[in-house]
């Protein structure tokens, strides 16, 4: 597999292969991810979005993109404001992250976890440990943003404002998103895609001219809803 990330067209993937228990999951497959765009990845269970994710992550460069798994990832032995910093200081090799307070305090205020600094991941809910390793990719700052299932384990009014926040401190970014929420995928991202078949194929589904985040009333969202909901129920 080629993947690459240029100033004009953002991530490129060429001729990539995967093969699961004999079965070949992905063959020749090719894919272009627009520059300063966020695009949102659906399908059914089992289709493959994760692992594209997965696969995009071991190929580009590190400390050139920030990766959002499922699983929040915090090391049980490090308070949350070490956690967040962990990823950046590990990529610089150099305690000069450290100095970033003032940087990490806001990116803890923006979801929802002012004073919690000093907090380990056993003094924090699933939601919260969610919210710190938000808080991480959004200290990271990276032009490239990988995001698999990033809200699945918040309640529906925090995930809606962690949606809003994402949406808005990530405008200009090179975003790729892995959901199973149509309305999620609505409301962040610029293009919308379908992963499905055996093997695989990217199916660009919506093209959304409005701003992000989008309301609920918008109609591109109603309309879309409905393209989405069919176009799972029938791949």
């Known amino acids: 597999m080629s993947i690459q990330t240029q100033s004009t067209t953002g991530v490129e993937i060429s001729s990539y292969h995967l093969h699961y228990h ?49 699983h929040d990832t915090l090391l049980p032995w490090l308070n949350v404001a070490r956690n967040v910093r962990l990823t950046k200081q590990l990529a610089s090799q150099t305690r000069a992250h450290f100095a970033y307070e003032s940087k990490l305090a806001a990116c803890l205020e923006e979801v929802g976890l002012g004073g919690k ?4 991941p056993y003094e924090l809910s699933g939601g919260m440990r969610r919210r710190v390793a938000l808080a991480r ?6 032009q490239t943003v990988l995001l698999d299932e990033p809200f699945a384990a ?22 790729i998103v892995v959901t199973h929420d149509p309305m999620e995928a609505l409301t962040l991202a610029d293009q919308i895609y379908l992963l499905a078949g055996m093997p695989v194929k990217l199916i660009p589904l ?22 989405i909901l069919e176009a799972l129920a029938t791949c």
């Open 206 to 227: 919506l093209s959304l001219e409005s701003a992000a985040p989008r309301e609920l009333d918008d109609t591109q969202v109603i309309a879309g809803q409905k393209k």
């Open 117 to 120: 600094e000093k907090c380990y």
């Open 22 to 70: 004999g079965n070949a999951l992905f063959s020749d497959f090719n894919a272009t991810f627009a520059k300063g765009c966020c695009h949102a990845i659906l399908g059914k269970s089992g289709a493959g979005k994760s692992s594209l994710l997965k696969a995009l992550a071991q190929e580009l460069v590190p400390g050139t993109f920030s990766f959002m798994t499922q």
């Open 137 to 142: 990719m959004l200290y990271e700052d990276a």
């Open 154 to 175: 918040v309640d529906a009014i925090t995930r809606w404002q962690l949606q809003c926040l994402l949406a808005k401190k990530l405008k200009g970014k090179t975003v």
